[in-house]
């Protein structure tokens, strides 16, 4: 007999056809296909992700370690020519000096340029290493 306080115990039995049954359960699995799918894709980014920003993180370490190597570099060799400017007698003896350190600096700065560019491309290729494998294994070439 019907309980008198459930309202729900005077609703009919109620039977979905099979085809309304089918179609639902085929959208369940569907979207549980789709959302493994997504979990997936999520999941990859997110690796991919850690790996750019370990990679742009050891670049950065690394370029700021060859800044600082540099400024140690040309703090030294501006004290060796201010302790060689102190030591010298004439002026002909300064003009040499001063020329001499001014053409070792430009050969240094431009040696310098020239890691600091290398050092950045190659920060740069790491950085962007993981999102070509990743591109790569989510765009494969159509055979």
Do not use: C
């Amino acid at each position: 007999m019907a309980d008198s306080s459930d309202p729900f115990s005077t609703v009919l039995p109620f039977q979905l056809p099979e085809q309304v049954r089918a179609f639902a359960e085929k959208g369940v699995s569907q979207a549980r296909e789709s959302y493994a799918k997504l979990k997936d894709v999520a999941e990859t980014q997110n690796g991919t992700i850690e790996a750019v920003f370990t990679s742009a993180s050891k670049g950065a370490t690394d370029y700021s370690t060859k800044v600082f190597d540099f400024v140690k570099t040309n703090t030294s060799a501006s004290f060796d020519f201010a302790q060689s400017l102190i030591g010298a007698k004439t002026l002909p003896d300064v003009m040499e000096l001063w020329t001499s350190h001014a053409k070792k600096q430009i050969e240094t700065l431009t040696a310098q340029t020239k890691e600091l560019t290398e050092l950045t491309q190659k920060v740069a290729a790491e950085t962007v290493e993981p999102i070509k494998a990743n591109a790569s294994k989510i765009f494969k070439p159509a055979a």
